[in-house]
């Protein structure tokens, strides 16, 4: 049982809505996949997709094919994993799909997906690193099939499973005034500037959380920055005045070699769960339960 390259090939581009982005991600140029797509058109006799713009949408044909090639995909992907793993499971041969949000993505996943590797040689792997909300938007969208998360969120479409806890501590660079203070008191942070990570970030939904239980809110803090992501949060503190909060493990190198300081709150402290997630209905799924052993050293 195999799906045809053309429809791989359209499944992509209507999963971006994008030839140039299907492209990148299959490796092909945007004139053979534009020649696929027409081959599809013309054996369905309809058109699959409808320019808007500098944009594309599915047609009403596209989007029930596009629905029948993903339950296709499913079909394909469990007769894949269940016949390789007939005689082992080491033999596990299929695709896993994985979401997680920046800090788990840069500074957890990576052993981790090594040793994955390392044991079922046969299974692809793919890793979308984006914030919370947005890997908790492409669970449900199908574009994965199993994220990484902080935080829980009301959904009875999403099924939770506790995976580890991080901290978030507040930095400033070896250069800051603030550098100078061995500790401040909550009040304090409302003196000082700060920077402060995007709306849908984990660390950001933590701090607001943390600072929420003092009864400061995030409006009450003179942020004149705010980053979309860990690094660049890390850098550009390292050059500049401002307070800002990470997690602790984006920063040991840091702290170590001195280019960052952790600035101790009096009394606060700002702990966060990670979770696995994935769709309800979806939780017996083995390749998600074998990465999940693996992530939590049960298997």
Do not use: W
């Not at 607001?208 to 409006?219: A, H, N, T, W």
């Amino acid at each position: 049982m195999m799906l045809a390259t053309r429809h791989i090939i359209f499944l992509e581009v209507a999963s971006r809505l994008s030839f140039s982005e299907a492209s990148k991600v299959l490796f092909i140029s945007q004139p053979a996949i534009s020649k696929h797509i027409k081959s599809l058109e013309a054996y369905y006799k309809t058109a699959l997709f409808e320019r808007k713009g500098n944009s594309i949408v599915l047609t009403d044909a596209g989007e029930i094919l596009f629905q029948k090639v993903k339950e296709a995909r499913k079909i394909q992907n469990n007769a894949e994993l269940e016949i390789s793993t007939l005689q082992q499971k080491v033999n596990a041969k299929g695709q896993l799909r994985l979401g997680a949000s920046t800090t788990v993505a840069l500074y957890i996943l990576p052993k981790i997906l090594s040793s994955f590797h390392k044991r079922y040689a046969n299974v692809k792997i793919s890793l979308l690193n984006r914030n919370t909300d947005t890997i908790i938007e492409a669970l449900l969208n199908e574009d994965i099939d199993i994220g990484i998360v902080e935080g829980k969120r009301k959904s009875t479409s999403l099924v939770y499973k506790p995976f580890i806890t991080d901290e978030v501590v507040a930095v400033c660079s070896k250069d800051s005034f603030i550098a100078k203070k061995r500790a401040i008191q909550i009040r304090d942070i409302l003196n000082y500037p700060v920077v402060l990570r995007e709306q849908g970030s984990g660390t950001l939904s933590a701090l607001k959380d943390s600072l929420g239980k003092k009864g400061i809110k995030l409006s009450n803090l003179k942020v004149n920055v705010i980053l979309s992501g860990t690094e660049a949060l890390k850098n550009f503190i390292k050059a500049d005045d401002s307070l800002g909060f990470l997690p602790m493990g984006s920063i040991v190198k840091e702290v170590e070699s001195g280019e960052l300081v952790i600035v101790k709150i009096e009394d606060f402290k700002i702990v966060r769960n990670f979770y696995f997630i994935q769709r309800h209905g979806t939780e017996n799924n083995e390749l998600n339960k074998l990465f999940i052993k693996v992530c939590t050293g049960s298997l």
